[in-house]
């Protein structure tokens, strides 16, 4: 078991430096928060040159390469869902930028209640993640908080505005 991986780990094989977030997984402290800003320039990037429905595709694709680097990661970290792995946290603000309202106001509204429901996990999410294992385990639980997020925004965007 690796307690804390380094820079040394995250290059040694592509799992790793997908699972932990092209190295944002090795910040100090709140990887997953740095996970989930991480989402942000890759969102906007991926933004600018796709159209939302390809762009759908591509975060499907991208989950399904973190339920294999994910889960090649924990198996080499020892821990099934090792804090450093961040990427579950990106594909998912991903998913939560592709439909959230744009608009800073709104995405920094989606950053805290994804983070809340991340952190929290309220049920389902953490029956989820305590029944599934693996990869798929890790990228799913983050789904359904985004899902949750998306749930959350939905409400206050027709409540209120």
């Not at 989930?36 to 600018?48: E, G, H, Q, R, S």
């Not at 994910?70 to 090792?82: K, M, P, Q, S």
């Not at 309220?122 to 998306?150: E, H, Q, W």
Request: contains cysteine; charged residues 15%.
């Amino acid at each position: 078991m690796i307690a804390r991986p380094d820079a040394r780990f995250v290059f040694a094989h592509p799992a790793h430096f997908i699972a932990l977030g092209f190295g944002t997984g090795l910040a100090p402290v709140a990887p997953g928060t740095v996970g989930t800003a991480l989402a942000f320039p890759i969102y906007v990037l991926l933004d600018a040159w796709l159209e939302p429905l390809t762009l759908f595709a591509v975060v499907a694709v991208l989950f399904a390469i973190g339920v294999w680097a994910c889960g090649r990661t924990g198996r080499d970290l020892g821990v099934a869902d090792h804090s450093a792995m961040n990427w579950d946290e990106v594909v998912a603000m991903l998913l939560v930028l592709l439909v959230a309202p744009s608009g800073w106001q709104w995405w920094t509204f989606a950053f805290f209640a994804f983070r809340f429901f991340d952190v929290l996990k309220p049920p389902p999410i953490r029956d989820v993640d305590r029944a599934l294992k693996g990869g798929l385990g890790v990228m799913l639980d983050d789904i359904l908080a985004g899902f949750f997020t998306l749930l959350l925004i939905a409400i206050v965007k027709r409540l209120f505005f």
